[in-house]
């Protein structure tokens, strides 16, 4: 990993582009571009990289940024962020965050309790589609918060559903359906091999669903959910 901050100095970004295995390890802290514009750059960017030293104001930008950015650090800061708003760990280090981003942080959480019948919508047949009309719709087109799609490639986010919220459940027709994503649909994000619910859909769909394995498999989430802060 090369060491740097944002901007980065030409040399080392010349670095990447010479050798794309290349990565960067960016110093938020020490930083001359600050939250927005951080996130700005490094979305327009599209490097591969990892950030240390953040504070609560990047995490702040970043749920409510309207620009794709992949930093891994981040995201599984968001997640415990999530997990602690929707009452799964018990802890309030992130209580600072959470009162100042509560409104965008609802957001948030009805598209992800949406994801479960997203994933219905994509099997396409008769009495799924009409599960899935029978939610309330929601034609928003509002990218602010786009990042949720950011966190479906880690594995530990999917404990997130072990407490489901159906009253917050929507048809979000427009993410659902359309490349909104930098281009991208969202089954492009959803569609992983860390994501559990696609895995057993496609199985379904591929008649190689084996019911005792998916119980088996799910009882060991429901033992692996940090339900205690640590």
């Not at 080392?12 to 514009?37: C, H, M, P, R, V």
């Not at 970043?62 to 999530?82: C, D, F, G, H, S």
């Not at 860390?194 to 009882?219: C, I």
Request: some cysteine; overall charge negative.
């Amino acid at each position: 990993m090369i060491n740097s901050i944002v901007p980065i100095e030409l040399k080392d970004l010349k670095k990447y582009f010479e050798d794309k295995t290349e990565s960067y390890l960016i110093d938020y802290e020490n930083s001359t571009l600050k939250g927005a514009q951080f996130l700005t750059y490094l979305s327009n960017l599209d490097i591969p990289c990892d950030i240390k030293n953040m504070d609560e104001e990047l995490i702040s930008e970043y749920l409510n940024t309207q620009m794709l950015v992949n930093i891994p650090k981040l995201e599984k800061e968001v997640i415990a962020v999530l997990f602690e708003h929707k009452g799964l760990t018990k802890t309030d280090k992130y209580k600072s965050v959470i009162d100042k981003n509560k409104e965008i942080l609802d957001k948030w959480e009805s598209k992800l309790e949406s994801l479960p019948l997203y994933n219905m919508s994509i099997v396409g047949e008769g009495a799924f589609n009409e599960f899935v009309e029978s939610y309330p719709k929601d034609e928003t087109e509002d990218v602010r918060g786009i990042n949720f799609v950011s966190l479906l490639k880690h594995k530990e986010f999917y404990s997130y559903y072990q407490m489901p919220k159906e009253n917050i459940v929507k048809n979000y027709t427009k993410y659902f359906k359309e490349y909104m994503f930098k281009g991208k649909s969202l089954f492009e994000y959803w569609a992983n091999a860390s994501n559990p619910l696609f895995l057993m859909t496609w199985a379904v769909a591929e008649g190689k669903f084996d019911s005792k394995e998916y119980n088996k498999r799910k009882m060991e989430g429901v033992q692996n959910l940090p339900l205690e802060s640590k």
